[in-house]
């Protein structure tokens, strides 16, 4: 397992946008599943975007796509997801989750029971 730490968090106006990161302990290269979820309050935890070592086979939900751009720097230890037009619905606790042998499919949502490893989380508010 690795340690994650997300960062980027924060008090969002509508419309308004964050850049989320997640550092993982040690090198990043060998963990090819990279997914970011989400916690709305009441809700159950979903999976929004997943990105493969490569960079590759993006995966968004439906309720994010064209919104939220996930991406990763392996050199840097760091996978990040760009958020912009944030909209209320968006608020919750954004978790970074981690797997070295998941395979992100463009159309295939992640079950979080794939992931081993799993960030503390960071609060994102959309709120005028």
């Known amino acids: 397992q690795v340690q994650l730490v997300e960062s980027g968090g924060g008090l969002v106006q509508p419309g308004g946008s964050l850049t989320l990161s997640c550092v993982a302990s040690?090198?990043?290269?060998?963990?090819?599943?990279m997914t970011w979820y989400r916690q709305a309050p009441g809700k159950e935890r979903e999976g929004i975007s997943c990105?493969?070592?490569?960079?590759?086979?993006?995966y968004y939900g439906d309720s994010v796509k064209g919104r939220f751009t996930i991406s990763r720097d392996n050199a840097k230890s760091t996978v990040y997801l760009q958020i912009n037009s944030l909209e209320p619905e968006d608020t919750g606790v954004y978790y970074c989750?981690?797997?070295?042998?998941?395979?992100?499919?463009?159309?295939?949502?992640?079950?979080?029971?794939?992931?081993?490893?799993w960030g503390q989380g960071t609060q994102v508010t959309v709120s005028s």
């Open positions: 990105i493969r070592a490569s960079g590759g086979s993006l």
């Open positions: 040690g090198s990043m290269y060998s963990i090819n599943g």
């Open positions: 989750a981690a797997d070295m042998d998941y395979y992100c499919e463009e159309n295939m949502s992640p079950a979080a029971s794939d992931f081993s490893s």
